[in-house]
């Protein structure tokens, strides 16, 4: 049909109909906007207004506590000497030295370094697991395998200390054995491991969606010219499989980087990082050196991350059409010696797995069931009961933090969800400046949580003035903005690779036929990637039950504390109760997250 034919035919419709095809034509644009208002307000303004305070002192503008953060060695380091005027060579040579200083800043990125390779070490066997063999259970398996992912960070460091802690289960097992206990709270390691413990199926999750994507007929073709297995691998599996990984450990590098609860309870201020510092700023009242700080850690993390989004925009490898390499038994009838090999050495995996993933989670359970005499008790969960019924109005009780948690989850939820899905939709599509609409959404993830947490404090709590008009907001409502931005950037990287992979002549034909963009959509596009859109749901859902950074700074002094919130409190206090807590805590998320993503299944991305 012809432009002149298709207007003549508008024309001849009803006035009201016209109206509304046009608006349903508009639709897109209108959420477009109206999500770029909400991120707008919610997240870039008070990011902004707290941030500009590095550079804003008094009214003036002037670069002077930035600069004073630069040139401090407790900050920098050996490097504080070049930002000093120092020459590049005399700070090389003071980096090179025995008694070399990192600082805060090298501290950070230090461990995070060490986390990355700690993650991807654990992650890459755990994809070879589930990439290449079959075995019942694999897919649930697959499944779980983001739960850690998603867990409270503060809830994974309280099985850590009943696992790794002076009197843990770790040391008990040992005593049993008779050997020598061993310390590992408040050091790097455990650090290092509890990061492992998040991010190492992040690894696994990704890697092995490339390596199931990887075509069967190329390997054929390479062993039918002649190439071994080994050599077919490194020319042509894992040239497929390495941007995955590297995708999975630039990822790592940034959540490690900008870590928070895991130092804070398991390093202390002795192994503190930038996020640590910036809290302790910003809780001394000191904002301008804590703005300044969190714009040096939002460089560095913003900067690793837009080149992460740069590789994997030039990585992405469609796998329709594929055919996956087929899986192998994990358990033959008859296996050969080689056979026998990978598998040893996966059996050997599977055992470090269980000590990294199942047994903090396993001693917290365990600990809130157990008294101080070994003795196997419900006094821990007594206590919270005994403290919801008798605790004075200023005391943190459990059910509060149970229902603020589900309450804030649903609706940041409802919030995170369109929002995910018109950002995943807008930057799947070709046009200019694509890439910097990407970098722009996906921001949250390299900015500090007490910064955004800080921003909504000062701005959308305390008010804001806007032509004689003041708008202010309650603190549950500042949280459930906090989490909805935190969890929408998840949204995006579960529904984006799916929108990527649709066969574009389906859509072609729907518009031809006279479909709106938003109904193309609606009625085409997003029931083709259900489950993506369920898995982000999923994802923004068990982030918010488990965000700790900004509620911590939303939630103090108010009753909208949430159970991460309720568990740092009993922590600080006793030990039992708050492994109470956590296996409350690990009920919810665990159920919210295994219920919600059954209902969409199996889908690619994050």
């Given at each position: 049909m012809s432009d002149a034919s298709r207007g003549a035919?508008?024309?001849?419709?009803?006035?009201?109909?016209?109206?509304?095809?046009?608006?349903?034509?508009?639709?897109?644009?209108?959420?477009?906007?109206?999500t770029s208002a909400v991120l707008v307000a919610a997240f870039y303004y008070p990011v902004g207004t707290v941030l500009i305070e590095a550079v804003v002192v008094d009214g003036a503008p002037t670069l002077a506590v930035f600069a004073e953060v630069l040139r401090d060695p407790f900050y920098f380091g050996e490097f504080a000497r070049l930002f000093a005027g120092e020459s590049p060579l005399a700070v090389a040579r003071g980096l090179l030295s025995p008694d070399r200083r990192l600082g805060i800043v090298g501290f950070t990125a230090y461990q995070a370094a060490l986390s990355t390779v700690a993650s991807v070490a654990l992650g890459l066997p755990a994809a070879y697991l589930l990439a290449r063999f079959e075995f019942p259970g694999r897919r649930t398996l697959r499944s779980l395998t983001i739960v850690p992912f998603v867990l409270p960070s503060i809830m994974v460091a309280v099985g850590f200390v009943a696992t790794f802690g002076d009197n843990g289960t770790l040391n008990a097992v040992l005593g049993a054995l008779g050997l020598p206990p061993v310390d590992l709270l408040f050091t790097l390691e455990a650090v290092v491991i509890a990061h492992?413990?998040?991010?190492?199926?992040?690894?696994a999750r990704v890697?092995?969606?490339?390596?199931?994507?990887?075509?069967?007929?190329?390997?054929?073709?390479?062993?039918?010219?002649?190439?071994?297995?080994?050599?077919?691998?490194?020319?042509?599996?894992?040239?497929?499989?390495?941007?995955?990984?590297l995708t999975g450990a630039a990822l790592t590098f940034v959540f490690t980087f900008g870590t928070f609860p895991i130092v804070l309870a398991l390093g202390g201020f002795e192994l503190a990082t930038v996020e640590v510092f910036v809290y302790r700023l910003v809780r001394d009242l000191s904002y301008a050196e804590a703005a300044a700080l969190a714009i040096v850690e939002l460089v560095i993390s913003l900067g690793v991350l837009l080149a992460y989004l740069r590789y994997e925009a030039q990585n992405t490898v469609s796998s329709r059409g594929v055919r996956p390499l087929p899986r192998k038994a994990l358990l033959p009838d008859a296996p050969t010696a080689r056979e026998l090999l990978p598998r040893a050495g996966l059996a050997a995996f599977v055992a470090l797995a269980g000590l990294v993933f199942v047994a903090p989670i396993a001693s917290m359970v365990l600990a809130s069931v157990t008294g101080g005499d070994g003795a196997l008790t419900l006094a821990h969960y007594r206590f919270l009961i005994d403290r919801q019924q008798t605790g004075a109005a200023f005391q943190v009780r459990p059910w509060p933090a149970i229902r603020n948690s589900l309450t804030f989850a649903s609706a940041a939820t409802l919030l995170a969800l369109p929002?995910?899905?018109?950002?995943?939709?807008?930057?799947?599509?070709?046009?200019?400046?694509?890439?910097?609409?990407?970098?722009?959404?996906?921001?949250?993830?390299a900015v500090s949580g007490i910064i955004v947490g800080l921003g909504l404090l000062r701005g959308l709590v305390f008010g804001v003035e806007i032509a004689g008009w003041r708008f202010a907001a309650t603190g549950a409502v500042a949280i459930v903005v906090a989490h909805a931005v935190a969890g929408y950037p998840f949204v995006v990287r579960t529904v984006a690779p799916g929108l990527e992979g649709l066969d574009r002549s389906l859509i072609e034909s729907?518009?031809?036929?006279?479909?709106?963009?938003?109904?193309?959509?609606?009625?085409?596009?997003?029931?083709?990637?259900?489950?993506?859109?369920?898995?982000?749901?999923?994802?923004?859902?068990?982030?918010?039950?488990?965000?700790?950074?900004?509620?911590?700074?939303?939630?103090?002094?108010?009753?909208?504390?949430?159970?991460?919130?309720?568990?740092?409190?009993?922590i600080g206090r006793r030990l039992g109760p708050a492994t109470a807590m956590g296996v409350v805590l690990l009920v919810v998320t665990g159920l919210s997250f295994v219920v919600i993503e059954r209902l969409g299944g199996e889908t690619r991305g994050l």
């Open positions: 035919v508008d024309s001849r419709r009803p006035l009201r109909e016209r109206v509304a095809g046009r608006l349903r034509g508009r639709l897109l644009t209108a959420l477009a906007v109206v492992a413990f998040y991010n190492a199926p992040l690894v890697t092995t969606a490339a390596w199931e994507s990887v075509d069967a007929s190329a390997v054929e073709t390479a062993r039918s010219l002649g190439a071994g297995p080994v050599r077919a691998f490194f020319d042509v599996v894992a040239p497929q499989v390495y941007p995955a990984v929002m995910g899905v018109v950002v995943a939709v807008l930057t799947t599509r070709r046009y200019r400046g694509r890439k910097l609409v990407d970098a722009a959404a996906m921001a949250p993830l729907a518009r031809a036929l006279g479909a709106s963009r938003a109904r193309v959509i609606r009625d085409v596009e997003l029931p083709l990637v259900w489950p993506g859109v369920v898995a982000g749901a999923a994802f923004a859902f068990a982030i918010s039950i488990g965000e700790f950074t900004a509620t911590v700074v939303l939630a103090t002094g108010a009753d909208a504390y949430t159970m991460p919130v309720a568990i740092e409190r009993f």
